[in-house]
């Protein structure tokens, strides 16, 4: 386990700037803060997170994604600590747009560790919006599931001739796994100059559960040897879930008018970030982001234009609750694997009144992704040598893009808009090797297969979105929506390549256990969708019930198949084919599986509603509650998509009075044991309650937050969180038990503190 070292990192001395000057700069403002108003229209989300609602949210939290936790239909992909994957109506990871202040950002690891909202601290928030189902063509590109656009808020400028310095600062602790953290927002600004830096830093140890669920055992094995001890982990220790993350940016703006610039300049440092539910744990995440926008405001309408630059660096080993030494006594330790890429990417948009009732959006994007994927070879080891192995060499993806959308208001009930968007995907990479000169564990005949074959594709993508909204009366609104969109399959879908267990175990997105390889013949998903709405509601919204039922058919929906190899471990120069799909399924183990295009179908329907309860001299009571049903069908199989959140619902009571906030969260989720991933041999769990408190005191310049999450220590299965991977001989295919699914975290007392200046 790392110790904690906050004196090495460039934030801690910038906190403790920020606590001992706090109070010459508050003297110093003497004026609010102005945000320039040149932002594009702002579209009929599904769901907006901000202000109160996501203050409550913020506080200890360290994982960004679950900041929607209140938005019905959105669920998480357990993945390391800061790492989630949000889920919307069964569709997950690169199927959702996440836009991070306008960056339409890609995983870079055949784990995809490195979500793009990692990238922003929850306390670098200002607003989240949700695009359930279907989204307008104008918010993103090369997805089919929805959208999450993640802002930290545009820059602020002081009153015209007046100089502004303001920000916050805050921390937190929270009792599960020693979680603390602390954060800084500090900008100084003229009327027309804005110079802002943000900083964040957390960090863990493993979390416990609620009660316990394996038994004792070493974390590292027998085999090998070195110097790192072996230890036993308690029954109740959730392996591999500590971390360490850093953020940290820089921005300057410029203003003029109705004219803004900013050049805002990120970068990342997460040493380490165990994962509970994959076979690797992420031993550094280096990322360096430049970001150029600009916003304009014209007689005709306002425009939009932005560039950026993102460089990554990645690597993945065992981390200190896995098993590090494989072979005989003196090998080599560990499985290095190395990740870069570079992403860059032009975009424009421009807002036109074509009238006061009519708008038309255009635009254009254009986006570069670039990835290396290399293991390093492993010294004194039989099967991790002499060769670099070769996992995506070279791999490239660029998408050119144009878009049309016009938006009318027909009177003061009816709304539509039509949009249009035209993708260009070209998808290449370069020839690859395994470890060995050999054909031991079939590696040169998977290798000379894929580098016989082509190893390029375009993808002619074409999106539509139709939606429709009436205002029946002050008390009923409805909606429609119907959208064709298209994905076309990231490199790691194309371009991994081995069959493998112990290679293919290193490809896993959805942190099943499973191995996988790539598809250069994969065809683009096509989503053809239906999203409506119905929301009763009395004229001041404290009642209101909304029901949002939805539908889509996928064709070439990418799922996966288990794969028999002919050669799998064969000490042999010749092997007559890499495989085929396995006639019949293995069941109750984990297996190699080989992405296809097949057909797929979603369904179900988002409950959302709150009344108020009571207004008396002790404040305000009311209740916010949401309910959610997704179904999922692979049609060719018949069997179920993985990772459907099964029904669940949520309800919140609150109580608000003078500067405080209090509220009483009970979560009710059904067991997952009907319609399963049984190609993945998808593990099930289940159902539980659990109940949360949550308490804030806010004054004028400073807020108090404390809590109890899972009060009374429940001890439950996180359905989307996969195989329990988190110790053991995690190399092995099957070496580790199946069956275990990831515990979600006991109880845990948390206390939040930030100011403001």
Known sequence: MKSRNFARKPLTLALSFAFAAVPAWAQESTTEPVNVDVTATRYDADAVVKGKELAIEKAANVDTATLMTNVSGVAFQVGGAVSSIPVIRGLADQRINVLVDGVDAVPACPNHMNTPLSYIDPSSVKSLTVFKSLKPVSVGLNSIGGAIVA????????????????????????????????????????DWLSVNYTGSTSSANNYTAGGNFHQPQ????????????????????????????????????????????????????????????????????????????YWGGYDWGK????????????????????????????????????????????????????????????GAEWQRYYLNDWWPPVANSMMMAPNTFRNVNGGLQQISSVFGEWEQQFDPKLKSLLGVRYSLVNSSTGTVNGYMNSNMANETTDANAFNNNNRSKNFNDVDVTLTTAYKHSDQQDMELGLARQVRAPNLYELYSW???????????????????????????????????????????????????????????????VQWSSNCGMAKTSVCPSTGSPATSLKGGQFNVLQYVNQNANLAGVDLDGQMPLAKTDFGRFSAQGLFNWTYGKNLVTGYGLYNVMPVNGKLNFTHQYGGWDNQIQLVAVANKNNFLSVERNEIPTPGYFLTNLKASYSWSKARVDAGINNVFNTLYYQPLGGAYLGQGATMGINSVPYGTPVPGMGISYYTALNYKF
């Open 303 to 362: 425009l939009e234009a932005q560039a950026y630059y993102e460089q990554l660096n990645h690597t993945m080993n065992f981390g200190p609750d896995k098993q590090y030494y494989y072979g005989m006594t003196g090998a080599s330790a560990g499985m290095p694997m190395n990740t870069n890429s570079n992403t860059s990417g032009v975009k424009v948009k421009g807002d036109i009144n074509i009238s006061e009732t009519a708008l038309l959006r255009t």
């Open 498 to 560: 081995s069959t493998s267990s112990m290679n293919a175990v290193m490809n896993n997105f959805v942190g099943d256990g499973n191995g996988y390889f790539g598809n250069p013949n994969l065809q683009a998903e096509t989503a053809y969708t239906a999203s409506a709405a119905w929301d009763l509601h009395t004229a001041e919204r404290d009642y209101m019930v909304k029901a949002s039922p939805f539908y889509s058919y996928v064709n070439n929906y990418i799922d996966a």
């Open 151 to 190: 802002s930290s808020g545009q820059p602020t400028f002081a009153a015209e001739g007046e100089n502004l310095i303001t920000g916050n600062v805050g921390g937190f602790y929270s009792t599960n796994a020693n979680n603390i953290g602390a954060n800084l927002n500090i900008t100084a600004a003229t």
């Open 218 to 293: 070493s974390t590292t094995g027998t085999t090998g040897g070195g110097p790192r001890s072996t230890t036993v982990l308690p029954p109740n220790m959730v392996g591999s879930t500590s971390y360490e993350s850093t953020n940290q940016a820089v921005a300057l703006a410029l203003k003029a008018d109705k004219h803004a610039v900013q050049l805002k300049y990120s970068w990342q440092d997460i040493p380490y970030e165990n994962y509970p539910n994959q076979r690797m744990d992420l031993t550094g995440n280096q990322q360096n982001r430049y970001n150029l926008q």
